[in-house]
């Protein structure tokens, strides 16, 4: 189907796809065109203005903060990212999950800032964001704010974005000593959508020999429910245990709250659930005996 008629504006710096935004209220921003354009063509989406940002260099850097924080541009793609020295250096568990996305064609166009403000449940970046308590900067006709990821997602498809905000950047704070990071999903087909996934942020301290020790950090999400969740009760009975298989599968059995999943033709929720109780184990699993940890 033919993309309906509409303006196309591809702004030269983020102030003039601000002004861009801020001019016509029912413009969009277009980066990797993945979604967007087959929304456009489905017609269940109707913007005047498509304001493509996807080739501004100014949202497509990768750069360290004194203190460790990562700052990854918006409109980066999942290669620029999964290829990223640095990304690969500081967060390999984000690196090595961005290159399994989907296949060549999508981590090609496909953006960081596009995953995010989708707001599709189903995407892979939501519940690790959330796990790794990383913020999302956002700049619009009322100037610059950071967003918790954990406060950005409030229903499918609807994000925190206000009306011609454009997100610029990803920060990912550092990860302290002892910390690790495992993500896990389990997907309908190798290339298809996800029934569930987990991302876990897990500090172990004071390892014994065996490589086991204490945890003292935990932070859990689950995605493929309406939004991206963290789990309290698992966290607060992983935290304080010790790092084994045993201990982290009995909190797992906690997993699960305010998760809601749907139930369709692929699976019912309590199916969904079940199964994001096992990629929280495993998520956590994987980061507690990462030998970096
Ligand atoms: C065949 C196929 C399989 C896929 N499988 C997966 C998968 O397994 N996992 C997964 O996570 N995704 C998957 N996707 C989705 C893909 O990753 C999309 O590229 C992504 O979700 C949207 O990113 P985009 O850069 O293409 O954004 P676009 O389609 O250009 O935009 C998506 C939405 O985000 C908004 N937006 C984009 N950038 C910004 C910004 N900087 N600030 C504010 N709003 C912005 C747009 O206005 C639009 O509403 C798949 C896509 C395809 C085509």
């Given at each position: 189907?033919?993309?309906p008629?509409?303006?196309?504006?591809?702004?030269?710096t983020v102030a003039e796809?601000?002004?861009a935004?801020?001019a016509?209220?029912?413009?969009?921003?277009?980066a990797g065109?993945?979604?967007?354009?087959?929304?456009?063509?489905?017609?269940?989406?109707?913007p005047?203005a498509?304001?493509?940002v996807s080739r501004?260099?100014e949202?497509?850097?990768v750069?360290?903060?004194?203190?460790?924080?990562?700052?990854l541009?918006?409109?980066?793609?999942?290669d620029?990212?999964?290829?990223n020295?640095l990304?690969r250096e500081r967060?390999?568990?984000t690196a090595?999950m961005?290159s399994?996305i989907?296949d060549r064609?999508?981590?090609a166009?496909?953006?960081l800032?596009g995953n995010?403000c989708?707001?599709d449940p189903t995407?892979?970046?939501p519940?690790?964001?959330?796990?790794l308590?990383?913020?999302?900067?956002?700049?619009?006709?009322?100037?610059t704010?950071?967003?918790?990821a954990e406060q950005f997602?409030?229903?499918p498809?609807m994000?925190?974005?206000?009306p011609?905000e454009?997100?610029?950047?990803v920060?990912l704070?550092p990860?302290?000593?002892?910390?690790?990071?495992g993500?896990?999903?389990?997907?309908?087909g190798?290339?298809s959508?996800?029934l569930?996934?987990?991302?876990?942020?897990?500090?172990?301290?004071s390892?014994?020999?065996?490589?086991s020790?204490?945890?003292?950090a935990a932070?859990?999400?689950?995605?493929?429910?309406?939004?991206?969740?963290?789990?309290?009760?698992?966290?607060a009975a992983?935290?304080?245990?010790p790092?084994?298989?045993?201990?982290?599968a009995?909190a797992?059995?906690?997993?699960?709250e305010a998760?809601?999943?749907?139930?369709?033709?692929?699976?019912t929720?309590?199916?969904?659930?079940?199964m994001?109780r096992?990629?929280?184990r495993?998520a956590?699993?994987?980061a507690?005996?990462?030998?970096e940890?």
């Open positions: 189907m033919l993309l008629e509409l303006e196309y504006i591809r702004p030269a796809a601000i002004d935004l801020a016509e209220r029912n413009a969009r921003v277009l065109g993945q979604t967007l354009l087959n929304a456009l063509k489905l017609r269940i989406v109707h005047a498509l304001v493509d501004l260099e949202l497509r850097q750069a360290e903060e004194p203190d460790g924080t990562l700052r541009g918006a409109a980066l793609t999942y620029e990212l999964a290829g020295a990304v967060h390999a568990v090595a961005t399994r989907v064609q999508v981590r166009r496909g953006t800032g995010v989708l707001g995407s892979n970046f519940p690790l964001l959330v796990a308590d990383a913020r999302l900067v956002v700049q619009g006709p009322a100037g704010r950071e967003i918790a997602y409030l229903a498809y994000t925190a974005l206000e011609g454009l997100l610029t950047e920060l704070p990860l302290a000593d002892g910390e690790a990071v993500y896990e999903s389990l997907q309908v190798i290339d959508w996800a569930a996934r987990a991302s876990a942020l897990v500090r172990v301290q390892r014994d020999g065996n490589g020790g204490t945890i003292t932070r859990v999400a689950l995605g493929c429910g309406p939004v991206p969740v963290r789990q309290p009760a698992m966290e992983l935290i304080g245990g790092a084994t298989r045993d201990a982290i009995a797992a059995k906690l997993a699960g998760f809601d999943p749907p139930a369709d033709v692929h699976a929720a309590q199916y969904r659930t079940a994001a096992v990629m929280a495993r956590v699993i994987s507690a005996t990462t030998k940890a």
